[in-house]
């Protein structure tokens, strides 16, 4: 039996030249990995080599061991939980240095022991760390010092049961690139649940039925964490009975022992193979194109609709206002027509009256009856219809021959 305190990171200088590694089935083991334990000597501030694990003679991991990076650290790790009744079984590291493109290899054995405490109470919890800052020592050391002195204080065996990133549970990467993903953790122990945590539970309930995630919910068991931040929707209380099934939520627990030393069977199930096309996820492309072509076009439609209406109302009011100015002038003279006859006939007295001067001899002086003859009022000209025309006198007209003295003048 371990405790969640023993997480402490394994180091393979801490094996000697024996590179065995013990692990406990059913709790999660960690192995990190720096430059040193290939004979390397390397500045830890620089990440200057790559790392790749496998199995001996496979190309892979099995299932339920997972590798990360991390760069705050600049070390690389294996993590994952060992299923129960798993057997010894053999890793192979290599090592690239990226400047000099050097290789090194690092063979492990790793024992599995069977764990004496089956965790079948499970506490779920989602903090805002990454996975790689969860093998911090003094971070799960904190975790489990809470846990059995404040929330759960029977639960004397607890220990780590799971870890994965958040998004590969549904979570969501953050909007910006630097901020952390968050994990997801199980605490388990063979105590039952205290009552704190079903309280918490039911605290809780009305959230995560309304929400998916909420980092902004406040429980009361926050004051007993500081420093740490949790996502109360993925708070979860797991009771399940351990066979072969659901140390990961990763894989596929009944397809994931693996054999111990020696040849890889053939039909080894936790081995790759190619998926079928069947198998494969579809997805479908009718909701996309609906919203990026037939949705605009039919926004341009209505909008063109909108705009020709607009501009037929305002030509048409235009129309009717001009008719309005013009009415006055028609109803005066009949029409166009008759505006256009008036004006005709006018000329036409003006011209035969000039043609009737021309042929008059011009005298000195005008006579009284000449005189007489001048009308000097405003003439007005009728047509045997009923509109008039109403005109004003034209200038007196003096011959250009009697310009200066006494001459020809008359009136139109």
């Not at 890889?264 to 479908?284: D, G, H, I, M």
């Not at 109803?331 to 001067?357: E, K, W």
Request: aromatic share 10%; charged share 20%; proline share 7%.
């Amino acid at each position: 039996m371990i405790p969640i305190a023993a997480l402490s990171v394994l180091c393979l200088a801490a094996v000697g030249t024996a590179n065995d590694i013990p692990i406990n089935s059913l709790q999660l083991f960690a192995i990190s990995v720096v430059p040193k334990y290939f004979n390397w000597t390397s500045d830890e501030g620089r990440n200057d080599y790559d790392y790749e694990a496998s199995l001996v003679n496979s190309p892979d991991l099995p299932p339920w061991i997972h590798y990360t990076y991390s760069k705050r650290t600049h070390r690389g790790y294996l993590y994952g939980v060992a299923p129960k009744d798993q057997k010894n079984f053999t890793l192979e590291i290599v090592a690239l240095n990226k400047k000099t493109y050097e290789t090194r290899t690092k063979v492990l054995e790793v024992v599995v022991s069977e764990n004496e405490s089956i965790s079948k109470y499970q506490v779920q919890l989602k903090v805002n760390w990454n996975v790689e800052d969860m093998f911090d020592h003094n971070r799960t050391e904190t975790l489990d010092e809470i846990f059995r002195k404040q929330i759960w204080k029977n639960a004397t065996d607890l220990q780590l049961t799971f870890l994965a990133p958040a998004v590969e549970l549904g979570a969501r990467y953050p909007l910006k690139p630097g901020e952390e993903v968050g994990s997801i953790l199980r605490l388990g122990s063979s105590t039952p649940f205290s009552n704190d945590l079903q309280g918490l539970e039911k605290e809780l309930e009305p959230v995560m039925k309304k929400y998916t995630t909420c980092p902004f919910k406040q429980a009361s068991f926050d004051r007993f964490f500081p420093g740490f931040q949790f996502d109360w929707c993925y708070f979860r209380l797991i009771e399940e009975s351990y066979g072969l099934q659901q140390e990961s939520a990763r894989r596929d627990m009944s397809a994931s022992i693996i054999s111990g030393a020696g040849p890889v069977p053939e039909r080894s199930e936790w081995r790759w193979s190619q998926p079928r096309k069947a198998a494969l996820p579809t997805r479908s492309y009718r909701k996309e194109i609906f919203t990026s072509v037939f949705v605009p076009a039919l926004l341009l439609l209505l909008l063109v609709g909108f705009l020709s209406a607009a501009l037929c109302l305002h030509h048409a009011e235009d129309l009717i206002s001009s008719g309005k100015r013009g009415t006055p002038l028609l109803m005066d003279n009949g029409g166009t027509n008759g505006v256009q006859m008036i004006q005709y006939a006018a000329t036409s007295s003006s011209r035969g009256t000039l043609r009737s001067l021309s042929q008059t001899q011009p005298s000195c002086s005008p006579t009284l009856s000449d005189s007489q003859s001048i009308n000097r009022s405003p003439k007005v000209a009728k047509d045997h219809s009923s509109n008039s025309y109403v005109r004003p006198n034209p200038p007196p007209y003096i011959s250009p021959n009697n310009f200066g003295g006494t001459g020809m003048r008359a009136d139109f």
